[in-house]
């Protein structure tokens, strides 16, 4: 069944309305382009005063075609583009591409006309690319479609390309035939008023010639969209993002510790982890991700050996993948025993092998067909440095030789130099072998095929669902809501968070140094004294927490202590109370935390806790809704999650109930949007379930 969006990139017939006779215009080179690319279809020129465009018969209106229209390509001026799509509609037309600019990139009227032009689409149920686009291509052999102004004409391949910006779109494809990359689709959203990358993606998905994805965005339409699409899609398919536009102003108003950590560009981040959406930094790292992936299997593995005839580059390279997380191969016996048989005795058959300057090509060609036939390779890094007596295209034709023989393993290439390598580049890049300038460039793909690899790997886990009292956390951020708070008080958090099955370390709110005597002598127990005041934030900061005490000589100083605090500190603070709670004295100090981000959702926060979370900032993100593995990955990823393990004799804490409430967290997130912010800090956990608990929780609703 043929797809909605095949009328754009697989039409049998093209109408070019605003095709021109002008060379160097915008409607003659679309209508150049189309013929010199070879397009396997019928291409219908309007002109209202050229009879022929580029010696095809032209029409006036869209109207007079006496064929059926697959696609219509628009570059009138803006103020005709609404007439054109009207004519478009009564023609039955089922794609469009808007070339013409004028819209909301321009705003005011711009913005009418392009609320008016997605009014026409959705009227006559066809689909656009753009406004203010550069078009779109495919490459497959039955299609031949270049629906472009750009100048470069793109080399047949299987990397589909999705681009916001039409000037880099044009640059993007230019440098793409430079490397020798073949792309199978292309498409510059422009404006995006119809179709989106989220629409393009699911359409790259289904197409056979495609095997790599790539994006360069400024924005997400429908974050939680793509999440989803993306969550599917990239178990079989890659999807590689050069996400612009990053900013951290947000954060500075946030009032909770997970407030001030995650900003919009940390929930997208987590939101591309969990989805398996590779993101880089630059065009320039994209391409060196999407030369690998187009042209290599992933590697079964993290085992690395590098082949070099300099030490330096081989050192280089070692490094690289020490701090990339992959691992430095070890040879077996028999591979280092004919390693030796073949090189020099002052070559190194180790990892890395450095075979010395007078390695040539036989040489190249011998060692790597050894080292890729060792069963402890996973893959191979072949280094070449320019000596004076071999060159490099000979070096670079056998070594693909070898390669072809072994089409399972990964290989990944570095040609150090300018001029003397220039033919030794092109003759790999023409055998569709990855060529890169520098080891360490060569080592950050080998890393992101891992990182792939073991996202593909990665179980999809399991969404817990709790039985709750969801009716109760109804009311009460109802009735904070009908007051006009933004701040729930104590009382409310900790009956919010019981309502949802979290474990509470047992306190009172009392208003007199007496209230706090005698909850402490029915607790039995040490206590911890902390102020209420919905004026101040972190308590800490104010001297408005005492620990430990025992007596009522201790409660009544650590009464007098705080007020004199916060006296000195903040006299204009509102003091509200006090809490008094027993001292929850063994366990390791976590913070779970959530930031309600306006397009990604909830944001969890998982981390090291204490007084100190924002400044150690051991923390990892998530987007709610979190699977058990989203859990524990969270907190396998913190820089300290040894300590929660068991280090130096210590037992280790309850990972399955930090598990447990990461998901209740998610659970209470996702069922209500109204909570802006939510804090648990700190969350002692130990050994045993029971003997975990929640010290200090927050939550700001919107």
């Known amino acids: 069944m043929p797809h909605i969006l095949d009328a754009i990139f697989k039409p049998k017939t093209i109408a070019v309305i605003g095709a021109s006779t002008k060379r160097g215009s915008l409607g003659h080179k679309i209508i150049h382009n189309l013929i010199s690319f070879g397009f396997e279809g019928i291409i219908f020129p309007v002109n209202q005063k050229s009879p022929y465009v580029y010696s095809l018969k032209s029409y006036k209106s869209v109207l007079d075609i006496p064929e059926p229209i697959d696609l219509a390509i628009i570059l009138v001026p803006k103020e005709y583009v609404l007439e054109v799509v009207d004519e478009c509609g009564q023609k039955g037309v089922k794609g469009i591409i808007v070339i013409s600019a004028g819209f909301r990139e321009i705003g005011g009227e711009g913005i009418k006309r392009e609320k008016k032009l997605v009014e026409k689409i959705r009227q006559y149920h066809m689909r656009m690319i753009g406004p203010n686009c550069m078009g779109v291509f495919n490459t497959a052999p039955d299609v031949r479609l270049s629906a472009t102004f750009a100048p470069a004409e793109p080399l047949p391949g299987n990397i589909a390309f999705i681009s916001q910006s039409g000037a880099l779109g044009a640059v993007v494809l230019e440098l793409a035939r430079h490397l020798q990359l073949g792309l199978s689709m292309f498409a510059s959203m422009g404006n995006k008023a119809d179709i989106s990358g989220n629409d393009l993606l699911e359409y790259y998905y289904t197409d056979p010639n495609t095997r790599v994805m790539l994006m360069y965005l400024e924005n997400l339409g429908n974050p939680r969209r793509f999440f989803q699409i993306c969550r599917r899609i990239t178990k079989e398919k890659p999807v590689i993002v050069v996400k612009a536009g990053k900013t951290r102003a947000g954060a500075l108003a946030a009032a909770s510790h997970t407030g001030a950590l995650a900003d919009s560009e940390v929930a997208i981040d987590a939101m591309f982890h969990q989805a398996g959406v590779l993101r880089v930094a630059s065009i320039e790292e994209m391409f060196t991700l999407a030369m690998a992936f187009a042209h290599q299997p992933l590697p079964k ?193 900790r009956d919010v968070l019981k309502a949802y099955g979290f474990q509470l370390a047992e306190c009172c709110t009392v208003h007199n140094a007496e209230g706090a005597i005698a909850f402490a002598r029915q607790l039995n127990r040490p206590v911890v004294m902390k102020l209420l005041s919905k004026d101040i934030t972190h308590k800490s900061d104010v001297g408005g927490v005492k620990v430990d005490l025992r007596t009522e000589a201790e409660i009544r100083e650590a009464w007098r202590e705080i007020l004199a605090n916060v006296k000195m500190r903040f006299p204009s603070a509102q003091i509200d109370g006090f809490v008094v709670q027993e001292m929850v004295k063994e366990g390791k100090e976590t913070v779970l935390g959530m930031s309600y981000d306006a397009k990604c959702g909830p944001v969890i926060m998982f981390g090291l806790g204490g007084i100190y979370v924002e400044v150690l900032r051991d923390v990892s993100f998530r987007i709610a809704p979190l699977t058990d593995v989203d859990a524990l990955e969270m907190i396998n990823s913190l820089r300290n999650s040894p300590l929660l393990k068991g280090v130096r004799g210590e037992k280790p804490v309850n990972i399955g109930f930090i598990i447990e409430n990461l998901q209740r967290l998610s659970q209470l997130s996702s069922d209500f949007e109204m909570i802006k912010e939510l804090d648990i800090n700190p969350f002692i956990v130990s050994e045993k379930p029971e003997q975990c608990k929640i010290v200090d929780a927050r939550i700001v609703i919107a």
Do not use: W
């Open 301 to 493: 593995g993290d085992r690395v050996a590098v082949l070099s005839n300099a030490g330096g580059p081989a050192i280089l390279a070692t490094d690289a993948l020490i701090a990339q997380g992959l691992t430095v191969a070890e040879f077996s016996r028999e591979t280092q025993r004919r390693l030796r048989e073949m090189l020099p005795e002052e070559a190194s058959v180790n990892n890395p092998v450095d075979m010395i300057a007078t390695a040539d090509q036989e040489s190249y060609g011998a060692a790597l067909e050894i080292l890729l036939q060792d069963k402890n390779v996973d893959s191979v890094l072949v280094i070449f440095v320019t000596p004076v007596l071999v060159k490099s295209i000979d070096v670079a034709y056998k070594i693909a030789g070898v390669i072809s023989k072994f089409p399972n393993k990964t290989v990944v290439t570095c040609l150090m130099g300018h001029e003397g390598v220039l033919s030794g580049v092109e003759e790999l890049e023409k055998h569709k072998i990855p060529v890169y300038r520098f080891p360490e460039t060569a080592v950050r793909a080998l890393a992101a095929m891992k990182e792939y690899r073991q996202f593909q790997q990665k179980k999809k886990g399991q969404i817990r669902t709790f039985e709750v009292q969801k009716e109760t956390v109804k009311q009460i951020l109802l009735k904070a809501r009908q007051e006009g708070r933004s701040m729930l008080s104590s009382d409310e958090v």
